[in-house]
């Protein structure tokens, strides 16, 4: 389900973060599609900067981070006005960008080394699935509840994400 979260929240904000400037926060279409290559220049560059990063923080804490990140920037949407609204966009797509490698990382931890080439081919399906379903599904609440909600949206995935996460970190003795 943690993969399936990341991918959902990934997918929808890259998806619908142009709808979400130009119907909320009234940018121009131009000016909106420009501020998501942002939110993709945020994913490239974390995960850039997560390779050095990983020397000084374990897999857990790069996780944290990102998820701290994604929160940041989603209350950045929330709370701000139109003029900070790309920057909450580039604060979640930096938060997402440690977050499906450190999972992918820990995957061999979290369920033995001899059962984690299945375990990552189950979860790429719930990637997939979550990449798949949850924008369409975010379109369909946009469309009768209106846009404002992606920041909520993101927040209640992330909820989701992190119990998932630190339910299994409890589960799992390392």
């Not at 904000?13 to 709808?19: A, P």
């Not at 820990?106 to 379903?133: I, K, R």
């Not at 369409?136 to 994400?161: D, H, K, R, S």
């Amino acid at each position: 389900l943690a993969f399936f979260c990341y991918c959902a929240i990934e997918a929808t904000v890259g998806l619908w973060g142009g709808s979400y400037l130009v119907k909320v926060q009234g940018f121009s279409p131009e000016k909106a599609a420009q501020w998501v290559a942002v939110y993709y220049f945020g994913i490239t560059f974390g995960r850039f900067l997560s390779g050095f990063l990983m020397m000084c923080f374990s897999t857990q804490g790069m996780i944290r981070v990102g998820q701290s990140l994604i929160v940041l920037g989603a209350l950045v949407l929330i709370l701000a006005g139109a003029s900070l609204s790309p920057i909450g966009l580039f604060l979640i797509g930096l938060g997402c960008a440690p977050i499906f490698p450190s999972l992918l990382h820990e995957t061999p931890l979290n369920f033995g080394a001899q059962y984690s080439q299945s375990v990552m081919g189950v979860q790429m399906a719930f990637a997939y699935v979550g990449t798949t379903l949850m924008p369409p599904l975010f379109g369909v609440l946009a469309t009768y509840i209106g846009y404002q909600l992606l920041p909520w949206f993101v927040v209640v995935i992330l909820a989701v994400m992190v119990v998932m996460i630190e339910s299994l970190r409890r589960q799992v003795p390392h």
